[in-house]
């Protein structure tokens, strides 16, 4: 087993108190020893951004959420940095960034939704964008393989159809309809 030693404001960390080369506290993920100068999570460049005129509701960076498994280490979640906005004149939504890029869910204008977060605590919140953020790319994905799937069918079938319409600088482009089993 690994001998490891923090040092947490002047206080030091015995070895005891360290199981497979992580500092155990209660608070683990929110503890300076876990966030210090040699780990990363809540560092100001992975914040995702929002604008000014848009209200921060909630902001749960990224952590190690504990194991749900007695006796085990956690899970380093510190890619994911999420933020519930609300801007002036659009749905509530929720930003992530990580290291993808930044994304944006809308999650609609209703304030019950949101409000639900904030009876939640900080890991209960944390593990719930991330869950709506695994729900809304996997719908993305679907979406975009069953159109694919469409147009291919289409394209087969020879009912993917285009017109060039040089005076808008545009092209339509439409599927007929499935003439199967028709006179």
Not at 64 to 77: K, N, Y
Not at 155 to 173: C, E, N, S, Y
Request: charged letters at 30%.
């Amino acid at each position: 087993m690994m001998n490891i030693e923090a040092n947490t404001d002047g206080k030091r960390v015995s070895p005891a108190q360290v199981r497979s080369g992580k500092i155990e506290d209660p608070g683990f993920g929110w503890s300076r020893a876990v966030f210090d100068g040699n780990n990363h999570g809540r560092e100001a460049w992975r914040q995702p951004p929002h604008a000014e005129d848009e209200e921060l509701l909630f902001h749960e960076p990224g952590r190690i959420l504990p194991s749900v498994h007695e006796g085990a280490g956690g899970t380093d979640c510190r890619s994911h940095s999420f933020k519930i906005i609300k801007p002036r004149f659009a749905n509530y939504v929720l930003i992530v960034q990580h290291g993808g890029g930044i994304e944006r869910v809308d999650l609609g204008y209703s304030r019950r939704t949101v409000n639900a977060f904030a009876q939640m605590d900080s890991d209960t919140r944390f593990r719930l964008m991330w869950s709506i953020l695994d729900v809304h790319t996997n719908a993305k994905r679907e979406a975009a393989e069953a159109t694919a799937k469409t147009f291919r069918e289409a394209f087969v079938q020879g009912r993917l159809k285009k017109r060039h319409l040089p005076a808008r600088g545009t092209t339509r482009v439409w599927i007929e309809p499935d003439r199967a089993g028709i006179g």
